[in-house]
Each structure stands twice: as C-alpha cells, then as structure tokens.
C-alpha cells in the first residue's frame, strides 16, 4: 500500500513492516545529522541515507536496561500497526548494545500551531477543520487498530512541509494497544491535555484522546487554553473539575457548531464524549470552505506558545521543588498520604500527581 491522499508534495513510500535489525548498525547506512529533539527515551536526529542521499529522522532510544529496551521494542512493534498518511511512518530500526535507532519518515513542516502564528499562514475557522479533519481521520484509524495515543498535544502534531496544510501525527511513545479484558492505567501525559481518567488514575479507552482533541481544537480556535493554571497542580484540578467555558472575548469569532463539537468532547464522562467516528460525522467538520473565513487570533497563540516553551524549562524547578516536598511528607507518616478525600483531587490521585511530577523530572 502506498501513501496516497495527503502525501503529495511528499515522497511516496511503500508501507512497511520492520523487523529490527540487529547485525548492521544505523550509521553503516545513515550518516547522522543535526539533532531535530529531545525526550526522556533519548535523542531524535536528522539522518541521510547513504544509498539514496534521503532524508529521514532517527529517533535514538537509550536501551542500557531491560525496561528501556522493552519501551524502544514497544514503538516499533505499535508503529507496525500504524500504518496511514496521517501518521508518521516508521522505515527500519537497529538495535546495539546501549541504543536502539528507529528511522521514521522526516517531516520536515515543523509544529502545526507554529507555522499558524506565521505571518503568511491563514487561519480561518475553515483552515482549522481542515486540520481537526486530519488530527480525527488519523486518530480513528489508530483506535481502529485499538490503539490509543495518549499524548496527543499541539508539539506531536507536525506539516508536512513549511507551506503545507497536511499534517500528521507523530510520538508513539506513550501509546497503548487495548485490550478490552485488561484495563490500562497510566499516570504520563502533559497536564493541560490529559484527561480526568488518567489525572484520576482510572482506566483509559480510546476517548481519553478525544478530550485531548477538544483541549487542542479549543486551543486552536481561541489561542486560549481551557484549564491552563498559575501551576501545574492548579491545571490538574481545573481539569478534574472539568471547569471550563467559552469565554466571551476569546469566542466572539468563533461558530455554535464549533463550540458543540468542542463541548462534546470535553465532557468529564468519558462515556459521553463522542468517539472518532462520530467527531468526524459531527456538523461542524461537514461545514464548506465559504462560511465563516473571518481570520482567528494569532497574537493569543503566539502567547499560548511562548507560554509552553517558558513551562517546558519552568516544569524541572518546579519538579523539584515538588520531589523535595514529597520526600519529606512520605518519610513524615503523619502527613504521608493515605485515604481519599472527599471532593477536589483525592489524596489518591493527588499522589499520582506526585509521581507525575517525577515523571516529568526524568523527562
Ligand atoms: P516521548 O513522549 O516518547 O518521550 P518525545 O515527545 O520526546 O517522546 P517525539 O515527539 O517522537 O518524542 O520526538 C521529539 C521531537 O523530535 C519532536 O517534537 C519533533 O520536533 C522531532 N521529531 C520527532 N519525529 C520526527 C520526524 N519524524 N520528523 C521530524 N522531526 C521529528
Ligand atoms: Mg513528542
């Protein structure tokens, strides 16, 4: 099967299904360049092919233990189920002693909320169901393979190329394939997009990815995050209480049938929000390109923006000053955790958030 719709102004490859290589080492074949990102699992870089002169990313998996190895194995075993435009596609995968390379396909547009705030981009309440369109067309073909993502955020969904309105999915690092026989617990994520299962520490399904799709098409539309607060602990708790609203101001543009998509999705109930196939069929995505081309705000999204990247060097002070307070209370039994509160965050779950924060101290 090929790429076909959407990967146009991009190389057509075949689909495959990688095996890990395990005799030739990824720079026998690649030659690495420079480094595209960063992540708790190791490095992603920019790599060329030696036979072809491609271009692809590599995404450099520290595999020293058992529990990194499995993690690295995990991706690509996913990634071999995933195979669609919409998503990010995976080539070939070495493993040596201490790491293990996986080649992805190089998507070279950078981060789609990015390239909005650019001056020469449009964004239309229209140019943003065209991206809803593709984020859902993706998702639901990863819930068909009962996979859910579980980190989906503005940073894991990237153009194809500068000027492209295509975009596709990528970080499979925290997804999980489902068993509807064994219930799944998870306490990673990034706070302003997890949904209040997983803050709860109760099981996921696949509509945990659709309260992160309305947290994203919320932010898309307004430049506002819905739950953001002063702390992260203040975000996990406008979540859990599922407070939010249209704020006058930041809506004012912005059509009823977005804002019944949007609270459709952000229900507290996971059982109420709608699934994939329903999101898609949804009256707002079905809307043609001559409504509603007033041009949204880019100067709310360019904060939006600055704000995550100051948050992203902020999370680590903040991280551990948290770990300093925890190591005391756990070694003081009076005040270490023990029964559920009553109403707001149970201790239960404000303990989760303890090990979130360490989570995101070793990210
Ligand atoms: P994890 O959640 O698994 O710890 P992560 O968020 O750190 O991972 P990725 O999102 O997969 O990992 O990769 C980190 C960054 O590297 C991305 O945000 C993106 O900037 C860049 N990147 C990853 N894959 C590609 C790719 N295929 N093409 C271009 N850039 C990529
Ligand atoms: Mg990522």
């Given amino acids: 099967m090929s790429q076909g719709e959407g990967g146009r102004s991009q190389e057509a490859f075949e689909y495959r299904d990688i095996t890990i290589n395990t005799v030739e080492k990824a720079s026998d074949l690649y030659i690495q360049l420079e480094k595209l990102g960063a992540g708790k699992f190791g490095m992603v870089y920019k790599l060329q092919e030696k036979a072809t002169g491609k271009i692809r990313a590599g995404k450099y998996f520290r595999t020293r233990t058992s529990k990194e190895r499995e993690a690295a194995c995990k991706e690509v075993e996913l990634m071999n189920l995933l195979h669609h435009p919409r998503l990010v596609q995976s080539l070939a995968a070495f493993q040596s002693q201490t790491e293990l390379v996986l080649v992805l396909e190089y998507i070279a547009g950078g981060e789609l909320f990015e390239r909005i705030v650019d001056d020469d981009f449009e964004h239309t309440e229209p140019t943003s169901i065209q991206y809803v369109r593709q984020i859902l067309e ?21 153009c194809i190329s500068k000027n492209s309105h295509w975009i596709k999915i990528i970080d499979f690092g925290l997804a999980r394939k489902l068993d509807p026989d064994t219930p799944v617990k998870v306490i990673h994520g990034t706070p302003e997009f997890m949904a209040p299962e997983v803050i709860a520490f109760e099981p996921v399904g696949f509509t945990t990815d659709m309260w992160s799709i309305g947290v994203i098409c ?68 079905q809307k ?42 756990l070694d003081d039994p009076v005040t270490a955790p023990s029964a559920p509160e009553k109403g707001g965050i149970s201790q239960c779950s404000l303990q989760n958030q303890w090990q979130f924060q360490w989570a995101l101290f070793f990210s």
């Avoid at 996979?147 to 969904?157: A, G, Q, R």
């Avoid at 999204?301 to 925890?326: D, H, I, Y």
């Fill in 288 to 329: 043609t390109e001559q409504s509603g081309t007033k041009a949204l705000s880019k100067e709310r999204m360019r904060r939006f923006l600055a704000c995550q990247k100051w948050q992203k060097t902020g999370n680590v002070l903040l991280a551990l000053k948290r770990l300093s307070r925890l190591s005391c209370k």
């Fill in 218 to 285: 919320y932010i898309l539309l307004s430049g506002d995050s819905p739950f953001q607060g002063d702390s992260d602990m203040e975000t996990l708790q406008n979540i859990t209480a599922a407070q939010w609203e249209f704020e006058e101001e930041t809506f004012s543009e912005v059509s009823q049938e977005a804002k019944d998509f949007i609270s459709q999705l952000l229900q507290k109930d996971s059982r109420c929000r709608l699934p994939s196939d329903q999101a898609l069929a949804h009256p707002w995505l």
């Fill in 138 to 158: 993706g998702i639901q073909y990863v819930h068909r393979q009962s996979i859910v993502h579980l980190d989906l955020k503005p940073e894991n969904l990237v």
